[in-house]
């Protein structure tokens, strides 16, 4: 090989690489063309007298040299294109409802006068209440049709239909994800919620649903750390909350306590083949309970931090079954010591035959409440015996467009503020025997519209009267 060779076949390595990125990456082309080097001139041929030439000959260790700077500056125009990619991508749906309860839409009566269903505790406190404030449930988010105006408490009543037949737009959400490096992610979603004003003000407001940060430090991606604002650990439901990932309309009796989105550290892990074993836990400064539930502590009002956990198990390799365990345990949300607790435990089991998925939640939960005065009334705890709580779902598309929902569930429950045996009493007490019945249809128009309807036929046992608190509701789900 003689040198002119050798010059021309490195130009046509050079030329080569050029052209390979320009087929993968134009933008980048444009960067490597400004950045390659003139090529060499040909080398001169010797003089005729013989003397030597004035450049020196090319090298074997030159043209390495060269193939070293080649595939460096390749390397730059990679990291340069993959950079330039938008990182962020934005996602969200506009959920539109339709519902109508039976009766005024509230799901809880005032337990007073002399024929009342509990007698002995008229003396312990100022108010009780019998029945399910969330029963009378309208979209995924877990609105009631109406809270009702009892007396002792200013609620915040976002719906307060009154009973009338009512649309509504549930929710707009918005969805950013952006890849703020090449194993981590960065999410965040906003719910938006346009309701009624009064007295000249806007009734609109918004909810920060999640703001998170994932990463996964290892080269398999099957361990995450999540750092924010999260979904639960608790029980299965928390999969399926929102409206586009949700089969039916609404949530179960049970997803107050388990589909909130705390703050906190989160790790979850898999192992196996077919994600056999997955382990997760958290840190948190409340519990996975809802916001518009009473027990709920976004900001921490005491040192101590909630702890939860879950491990789910695929017994079988031939089926797709999921069997899980969590509990969750911490300081009592809203109290300003850490000396009293509030816990959960539950089973869970999810399985998936051909278009029937099979859905099951059992839970239970306490937490003493408020002893003794408190030492501030804005931050005095709920106590809870949630003495047992769980549904059965069924899901099934009888065709791609098609499907159908059933689900039966069950909340025995005594929610109460203040202190029952201290020199004044307690404030109020909620007694909760619940069950209902839920019956659904959902219709895929395509991969961005769903339409679904249910209708949910609550009632009561155990004593406490039956309430008017039926409701049909719908949902036209447009995703983007």
């Known amino acids: 090989m003689n040198l002119a060779s050798v010059c021309c076949a490195a130009m046509l390595l050079l030329g080569s690489g050029a052209r390979a990125l320009a087929q993968g990456q134009t933008q980048a082309q444009t960067q490597v063309q400004a950045q390659a080097p003139e090529p060499e001139p040909a080398l001169k041929p010797a003089p005729a007298d013989g003397t030597a030439a004035d450049e020196p000959p090319v090298t074997v260790e030159d043209l390495r040299q060269e193939m070293q700077e080649l595939e460096a500056r390749l390397d730059e125009t ?220 976004e900001i ?42 509030l816990w959960f435990a539950g089973l869970d089991l999810l399985a998936h035959f051909g278009a029937l998925d099979v859905k099951a939640q059992i839970l239970k939960g306490g937490a003493p409440g408020q002893i003794g005065p408190p030492a501030d009334p804005s931050h005095e705890p709920y106590g809870l015996r949630l003495h047992g709580g769980g549904y059965l779902e069924l899901d099934w598309m009888a065709t791609p467009v098609f499907g159908f929902l059933a689900r039966g569930e069950v909340r025995d429950a005594d929610v109460w503020l203040g202190d029952p045996n201290s020199v004044t009493g307690g404030d109020r007490l909620y007694i909760t025997r619940q069950w209902r019945a839920t019956a659904g249809v959902r219709a895929v128009v395509n991969q961005h519209i769903a339409v679904k309807a249910e209708y949910l036929h609550n009632g009561e046992y155990g004593g406490i009267p039956q309430i008017a608190d039926d409701v049909f509701t719908s949902s036209l789900v447009l995703s983007y």
Not at 302 to 328: C, H, M, Q, Y
Request: hydrophobic content about 40%; proline content about 5%; aromatic content about 10%.
């Open 78 to 297: 990679r990291n340069i294109a993959t950079f330039r990619r938008p990182i962020v991508t934005v996602g969200g749906y506009i959920d539109f409802g339709f519902f109508v309860p039976t009766g005024e839409g509230v799901g809880v009566v005032e337990d007073e006068g002399p024929n009342r269903v509990f007698p002995s505790y008229a003396n312990q406190y100022a108010w009780v209440f019998l029945g399910d404030l969330l029963a009378p449930t309208v979209n995924s988010r877990g609105e009631a049709a109406s809270l009702g105006n009892f007396p002792g408490v200013n609620r915040f009543d976002s719906i307060d239909s009154t009973g009338a037949p009512t649309f509504l737009v549930n929710e707009v959400n918005l969805r950013l994800d952006a890849a703020v490096a090449r194993n981590a992610i960065a999410t965040a979603s906003v719910d938006f919620m346009p309701r009624s004003g009064r007295d000249f003000s806007l009734g609109d407001f918004l909810e920060v649903d999640l703001a998170q940060v994932e990463w996964m430090p290892t080269a398999s991606g099957r361990t995450s750390i999540f750092v924010g604002k999260f979904e639960s650990v608790v029980g299965i439901e928390y999969r399926d909350r929102k409206s586009t990932e949700r089969f039916g309309v609404t949530p179960s009796l049970i997803s107050r306590y388990t589909t909130g989105t705390p703050l906190g550290i989160k790790v979850r892990s898999k192992f196996g083949d077919n994600d056999r074993v997955v382990i997760a836990a958290a840190v948190t400064n409340g519990s996975s309970t809802t916001e518009q539930f009473h027990f709920y502590d």
């Open 300 to 341: 921490d009002s005491n040192a101590g931090k909630t702890v939860s956990g879950r491990i789910s198990v695929r017994p079988a390799p031939a089926l797709d079954l999921e069997v899980g365990l969590s509990g969750e345990w911490g300081p009592q949300d809203h109290a300003l010591d850490s000396g009293r607790y």
